[in-house]
Nanobody, 119 residues
């Protein structure tokens, strides 16, 4: 299974960041898989943003919940992150990653994409 992030590398403050993860070699409806967005700000650790499950349910980090939306397009085997009202603190490398339900280890990762929030 391969994951590939895509989207703009530069977003202006107050705008909405939108990234897509395209999955190949597997399907996002595969039972018991969770499809996640994770980010790493410069000089900091990994931060989980949220996930969409194999059945389409979504869960978000409490600290980002008010600004986050994750959706999917099963016909394209893609899932999408939207983060609204961005600030420079949202500058990070954004990853999509997959793991199985009840397992903490991520089985698959995208290569990551740099997103910078700047005017």
């Amino acid at each position: 299974v391969q994951l590939q992030e895509s989207g703009p590398g530069l977003v202006k403050p107050s705008q909405t960041l939108s990234l897509t993860c395209t999955v190949s070699g597997g399907t996002i409806t595969t039972n018991y898989y969770y499809w996640n967005w994770i980010r790493q700000p410069p000089g900091k650790g990994l931060e989980w943003i949220g996930r969409i499950t194999y059945s389409g349910s979504t869960y978000y980090s409490p600290s980002l919940k008010s600004r986050t939306s994750i959706s999917r397009d099963t016909s394209k085997n893609q899932f999408t992150l939207q983060l609204s009202s961005v600030t420079p603190e949202d500058t990070a490398v954004y990853y999509c990653a997959a793991r199985r339900q009840s397992f903490s280890k991520y089985d698959y990762w995208g290569q990551g994409t740099q997103v910078t929030v700047s005017s």
